[in-house]
T-cell receptor
Framework: DAGITQSPRYKITETGRQVTLMCHQT?????MFWYRQDLGHGLRLIYY???????DKGEVPDGYVVSRSKTENFPLTLESATRSQTSVYFCASTTTGTGFSPLHFGNGTRLTVT | DQQVKQNSPSLSVQEGRISILNCDYT??????FLWYKKYPAEGPTFLIS?????DKNEDGRFTVFLNKSAKHLSLHIVPSQPGDSAVYFCAASKGSSNTGKLIFGQGTTLQVKP
């Protein structure tokens, strides 16, 4: 089915471990984003990508790494997980780079760092 | 520094009545505003948007009002239905120069009672 899918849906990991969250979209959208949702903060932008091999930092990038070798995939890696990275992570995509195109979100990955 | 604020964490209304969700922003450079709805265990879905050149936008039961002088926007849902029960996020963008990055408020949980 067309859309944006995230995996895994739930993940528990230990402090210090590396973990990768996957995001795949079938719309061929050029722009992709990673947000995290935390109580009291709403959604905050971690990283975004304008096209394959083009990525840039968002509001809260520290501790995260992204790559985009293919247009349809945008994985997010926590190099050494910390408890403060316990959150719900949402991947999103859109067709243009303006603020006038609504983002389409995946269903999220709930990550717990113990 | 929270540039987009939703000061009411929750709102409860009776089915058939009007729901009014509020949002304030501080950055006068924002020129596009969006509302997203989020059900539990799902990603946010786009609801309605408004450009800063307008003061009202309507889509069925949903109307968004923008008061630029007060840096305030509101979402009206008339009539409210139980299926509208969800978390509502307002978001703002700086438009074409911002490559689609959104700044979100903290969210307001709406409960519509039958």
């Amino acid at each position: 089915d067309a859309g944006i899918t995230q995996s895994p849906r739930y993940k528990i990991t230990e402090t210090g471990r590396q973990v990768t969250l996957m995001c795949h979209q079938t719309w061929s959208h050029s722009y992709m984003f990673w947000y995290r949702q935390d109580l009291g903060h709403g959604l905050r932008l971690i990283y975004y990508s304008a096209a394959a091999d083009i990525t840039d930092k968002g509001e809260v990038p520290d501790g995260y790494v992204v790559s985009r070798s293919k247009t349809e995939n945008f994985p997010l890696t926590l190099e050494s997980a910390t408890r403060s990275q316990t959150s719900v992570y949402f991947c999103a995509s859109t067709t243009t780079g303006t603020g006038f195109s609504p983002l389409h979100f995946g269903n999220g990955t709930r990550l717990t760092v113990t | 520094d929270q540039q987009v604020k939703q000061n009411s964490p929750s709102l409860s209304v009776q089915e058939g009545r009007i729901s009014i969700l509020n949002c304030d922003y501080t950055n006068s450079m924002f020129d596009y505003f969006l509302w997203y709805k989020k059900y539990p265990a799902e990603g946010p879905t786009f609801l309605i948007s408004i450009s800063s050149i307008k003061d009202k936008n309507e889509d069925g039961r949903f109307t968004v009002f923008l008061n630029k002088s007060a840096k305030h926007l509101s979402l009206h849902i008339v009539p409210s239905q139980p299926g509208d029960s969800a978390v509502y996020f307002c978001a703002a963008s700086k438009g074409s120069s911002n490559t689609g990055k959104l700044i979100f408020g903290q969210g307001t949980t709406l409960q519509v009672k039958p």
